[in-house]
């Protein structure tokens, strides 16, 4: 079993809303500092939501607050990523990351490689 399945992709016109699911298995989910990344063609990843290990303190990129919502269901192990009001130039595969005891803002804004990636999912806005 993946550690780390996204889900919930697809494709949607401009200004409607999509909620992504990354499911977690095989690890102590509140342990974890897990966050969602996008990368467009041609583009580097960039982290957008994240939440820390422990209290699930979230952090936004100025790209996506306001538009983007993440939470996490610990019942579930899962986080979510509720995205309103989508703009075509939000088109990416976004993947979802988890790194152990970390804070959301290190992790959102980290660079190197996580303990745990998801296959990614596609999300296309249409014009």
């Known amino acids: 079993e993946e550690p780390i399945v996204e889900s919930g992709g697809g494709l949607v016109q401009a200004g409607g809303s999509l909620r992504l699911s990354c499911a977690t298995s095989g690890f102590t989910f509140d342990d974890y500092a897990i966050g969602w990344f996008r990368q467009a063609p041609g583009k580097e990843r960039v982290g957008l939501a994240c939440v820390s290990s422990g209290d699930r303190s979230a952090y936004y ?3 996506v607050k306001g538009r983007f919502t993440i939470s996490s269901d610990n019942a579930k192990n899962t986080v979510y990523l509720q995205m309103d009001s989508l703009k075509f130039e939000d088109t990416a595969v976004y993947y979802c990351a988890a790194e152990l005891l ?21 999300v296309t806005v249409s014009s």
């Open 102 to 122: 970390t804070l959301a803002e290190v992790l959102c804004r980290g660079t190197d490689e996580f303990d745990y990636w998801g296959q990614g999912t596609q």
């Open 61 to 63: 990129s100025n790209s």
